[in-house]
């Protein structure tokens, strides 16, 4: 997200989650969560939008907005002591781009989305140091576009061979919960983040009126979904690529990942009812 700036200490603090992240890039975390504090949380209610979908409450943000201090401390105080119950989210249809597919669509609740959103800066401070230059998808500044241009900027100078497009179908409704589990904690071992992510995919999905737990997937449109995604796609397709199959190419090879799909904002507004 193109984010304006935020507060100076809560820069600093994602300045100094980052830094300590790129400098030591096999240590393993497992104390992060003392950094949402209630600034925090302001800062994660700035970043969420206030005029998206509702969740299953009804409730939007400018109703949450209407006793803000109160509604933060009380979801600053379920977090730290481990109660927040993540709660089902709503799920919808929208077109895909080319007009003839549905898209499945979770709207959380808005104040699992700011606690989504709180989490999520704390992933990226960390996960964004580890990335690799090829992935595009869901990433603070990248886009579609710029994968394109890296697309055709390895190509034009080649002259020859070949250009591979793989599709990953239906990654967000099919992906595996102990396997993200486990790729998460090569990295972040805090209890209370391990806690909030295991929660919101376990947390169930209403449509048309019945409630169902999926044992699989991550809903698309969770505020925390596409930092998570790109977790688990940076180990099992980026490392991957560069570890085990460029060795054993003859020659040059070049993988560009990004995400096809429309921007969460068009998605969102889509999703309205």
Same mark, same amino acid.
């Given at each position: 997200?193109?984010?304006?700036?935020? %507060?100076?200490?809560?820069?600093?603090?994602?300045?100094?989650? +980052?830094?300590?992240?790129?400098?030591?890039?096999?240590?393993?975390?497992?104390?992060?969560?003392?950094?949402?504090?209630?600034?925090?949380?302001?800062?994660?209610?700035?970043?969420?939008?206030?005029?998206?979908?509702?969740?299953?409450?009804?409730?939007?943000?400018?109703?949450?907005?209407?006793?803000?201090?109160?509604?933060?401390?009380?979801?600053? %105080?379920?977090?730290?002591?481990?109660?927040?119950?993540?709660? %089902?989210?709503?799920?919808?249809?929208?077109?895909?781009?080319?007009?003839?597919?549905?898209?499945?669509?979770?709207?959380?609740?808005?104040?699992?989305?700011?606690?989504?959103? +709180?989490?999520?800066?704390?992933?990226?401070?960390?996960?964004?140091?580890?990335?690799?230059?090829? %992935?595009?998808?869901?990433?603070?500044?990248?886009?579609?576009?710029?994968?394109?241009?890296?697309?055709?900027? +390895?190509?034009?100078?080649?002259?020859?061979?070949?250009?591979?497009?793989?599709?990953?179908?239906?990654?967000?409704?099919?992906?595996?919960?102990?396997?993200?589990?486990?790729?998460?904690?090569?990295?972040?071992?805090?209890?209370?983040?391990?806690?909030?992510?295991?929660?919101?995919?376990?947390?169930?999905?209403?449509?048309?009126?019945?409630?169902?737990?999926?044992?699989?997937?991550?809903?698309?449109?969770?505020? +925390?979904?596409?930092?998570?995604?790109?977790?688990?796609?940076?180990?099992?397709?980026?490392?991957?690529?560069?570890?085990?199959?460029?060795?054993?190419?003859?020659?040059?090879?070049?993988?560009?990942?990004?995400?096809?799909?429309?921007?969460?904002?068009?998605?969102?507004?889509?999703?309205?009812?």
């Amino acid at each position: 997200m193109g984010e304006t700036s935020c %507060s100076p200490t809560i820069s600093t603090k994602l300045t100094r989650i +980052a830094t300590m992240a790129r400098e030591h890039p096999m240590l393993v975390f497992t104390t992060l969560a003392h950094h949402v504090d209630i600034e925090w949380l302001r800062e994660a209610y700035r970043r969420t939008r206030k005029d998206g979908a509702v969740g299953i409450d009804g409730q939007t943000g400018q109703e949450y907005a209407a006793n803000l201090e109160e509604n933060l401390g009380s979801l600053l %105080s379920r977090f730290q002591s481990g109660t927040y119950r993540a709660p %089902s989210v709503r799920r919808v249809y929208v077109p895909k781009g080319d007009g003839k597919q549905m898209r499945p669509i979770g709207i959380p609740t808005f104040e699992d989305k700011v606690l989504q959103r +709180a989490v999520a800066m704390v992933l990226e401070a960390v996960y964004e140091q580890d990335f690799l230059d090829c %992935s595009y998808g869901f990433r603070p500044g990248r886009s579609a576009h710029q994968a394109l241009e890296a697309v055709r900027d +390895a190509t034009m100078p080649v002259g020859g061979g070949w250009v591979l497009e793989v599709d990953v179908r239906k990654f967000f409704d099919r992906l595996d919960h102990g396997h993200l589990q486990r790729i998460v904690c090569q990295r972040v071992r805090d209890g209370a983040l391990l806690r909030a992510i295991g929660k919101w995919l376990k947390a169930g999905v209403l449509e048309a009126g019945n409630l169902v737990y999926p044992e699989t997937g991550t809903p698309q449109g969770g505020v +925390a979904s596409p930092v998570i995604a790109n977790i688990y796609l940076h180990e099992v397709i980026d490392q991957w690529f560069h570890r085990d199959v460029v060795p054993r190419l003859k020659g040059r090879a070049r993988l560009v990942r990004y995400a096809d799909d429309r921007a969460p904002r068009r998605r969102q507004e889509e999703a309205r009812m």
